[in-house]
Nanobody
Framework: QVQLVESGGGLVQPGGSLRLSCAVS????????MGWYRQAPGKERELVAT???????TYADSVKGRFTISRDNAKNTVNLQMNSLKPEDTAVYYC???????????????WGRGTQVTVSS
């Protein structure tokens, strides 16, 4: 029905940058909030950043000033620009979106399969 596909992960040295992208496709009327979460080995999944349909962002304290979330409502995409990366940013990053699939219905939360980000020298 609805698919979220992340791209842009990889290996980067401390202090480097990566840009994650997520494309939402399928049966979509509109998309509410979009966001990124991450999960490091042995840890619970945690919020990284979210963005409302109107473009208002929210960030975890650990990434404020380093990460920037953005979205393109026409293309149903959400991006995460990650600068000044630290080893503790190493995790699998998951895209999520609240998708309306019918007029007048509540939205359903969908998740991507994740993309690995490794920060290491």
């Amino acid at each position: 029905q609805v698919q979220l596909v992340e791209s842009g992960g990889g290996l980067v040295q401390p202090g480097g940058s990566l840009r994650l992208s997520c494309a939402v496709s399928g049966r979509i009327i509109s998309i509410a909030d979009m966001g990124w979460y991450r999960q490091a080995p042995g840890k619970e999944r945690e919020l990284v950043a979210t963005i409302t349909r109107s473009g208002t962002p929210t960030y975890a304290d650990s990434v404020k000033g380093r990460f920037t979330i953005s979205r393109d409502n026409a293309k149903n995409t959400v991006n995460l620009q990650m600068n000044s990366l630290k080893p503790e940013d190493t995790a699998v990053y998951y895209c999520t979106a609240g998708v309306y699939q019918a007029v007048g219905s509540a939205f359903a939360q969908y998740w991507g399969r994740g993309t690995q980000v490794t920060v290491s020298s």
